[in-house]
T-cell receptor, first 115, second 112 residues
Framework: GAGVSQSPSNKVTEKGKDVELRCDPI?????LYWYRQSLGQGLEFLIY????????KSGLPSDRFSAERTGGSVSTLTIQRTQQEDSAVYLC?????????????FGPGTRLTVT | GQNIDQPTEMTATEGAIVQINCTYQ??????LFWYQQHAGEAPTFLSY????GLEEKGRFSSFLSRSKGYSYLLLKELQMKDSASYLC?????????????FGKGTMLLVSP
């Protein structure tokens, strides 16, 4: 079956511009997560959606970052006024539901480069 | 704060056995995961431990000791394709009950 998909796969943007990154989770998965992975660093949690509950935004590094999940499926991560330190691979993951033993399935990521 | 430590790099020979250790200090604990990540690719799930002991799955085994804040991933009969980064992740740390906190990963290089 189809896995988690993300678009675009690569994005180059100028400092100060806004970007939108898209994630399509596995059908039927109620939990969706965004992470970012910088060179030489571990995956850093950004935000978590579970069903219709309020998202856990505790990992968002600044108010320039926001995310939405429409209809319990597709999610969009928006970065406003991008900075060079935002350059990283942004990974989306989904799981059947949050908690318990359900593993997270990761998408291929979006490589963001801010010039 | 929370901390997840694993070695940065390891090398091993094809056919050998390698053990990758992970220690953690987190504010909460709701399970420990191991993921494999090949260069340029997404992480893929390898194993999950929530109770103490050993979980075996083919050539891969994972061990957990909650009292020691310690886990290891054991890879047997190493193959060249096992060259990858291995990520230890704890669920239930400061980032939340259902979210994962990752270590920086251990880059394993398998040589002929």
């Amino acid at each position: 079956g189809a896995g988690v998909s993300q678009s675009p796969s690569n994005k180059v943007t100028e400092k100060g511009k806004d970007v939108e990154l898209r994630c399509d989770p596995i059908s039927g998965h109620t939990a969706l997560y965004w992470y970012r992975q910088s060179l030489g660093q571990g995956l850093e949690f950004l935000i978590y959606f579970q069903g219709n509950s309020a998202p856990d935004k505790s990992g968002l590094p600044s108010d320039r970052f926001s995310a939405e999940r429409t209809g319990g499926s597709v999610s969009t991560l928006t970065i406003q006024r991008t900075q060079q330190e935002d350059s990283a691979v942004y990974l989306c993951a989904s799981s059947f539901r949050g908690g318990s033993s359900y593993e997270q399935y990761f998408g291929p990521g979006t490589r963001l480069t801010v010039t | 704060g929370q901390n997840i430590d694993q070695p940065t790099e390891m090398t091993a020979t094809e056919g050998a056995i390698v053990q990758i250790n992970c220690t953690y200090q987190t504010s909460g604990f709701n399970g420990l995961f191991w993921y494999q990540q090949h260069a340029g690719e997404a992480p893929t799930f390898l194993s999950y431990n929530v109770l103490d002991g050993l979980e075996e799955k083919g050539r891969f085994s994972s061990f957990l000791s909650r009292s020691k804040g310690y886990s290891y991933l054991l890879l047997k009969e190493l193959q060249m394709k096992d060259s990858a980064s291995y990520l230890c992740a704890v669920r239930g740390g400061e980032s939340g009950y259902s979210t994962l906190t990752f270590g920086k990963g251990t880059m394993l290089l398998v040589s002929p």
